[in-house]
């Protein structure tokens, strides 16, 4: 059965599935979304089947995570 999380707005936290790692939707474009780790990094495309939300105790893990690394001169 497919999880697509809908909609897939720009910004949103999502863990891939396949690959078991929570992204920031960038982009979506013929059938696919691009994401990227919370803060930066190396982009990387799924299928929108294999994306669901993250609960808001993965949401608030990441977004301490980036304050952390902000003022730690963006060391994660």
């Known amino acids: 059965m497919e999880k697509a999380v809908n909609p897939l707005k720009r910004g949103a936290l999502v863990r ?32 929108p089947g294999d994306l669901e939300p993250v609960d808001d105790h993965e949401q608030l893990r990441c977004r301490v995570r980036q304050l952390n690394a902000d003022s730690s001169g963006g060391v994660l």
């Not at 396949?18 to 780790?37: D, K, S």
């Open 16 to 47: 891939d599935t396949r690959r078991n790692r929570v992204g920031e939707v960038q982009a979506t474009l013929a059938g696919r979304v691009y994401l990227r780790p919370p803060g930066g990094g190396v982009e990387w495309d799924a299928r």
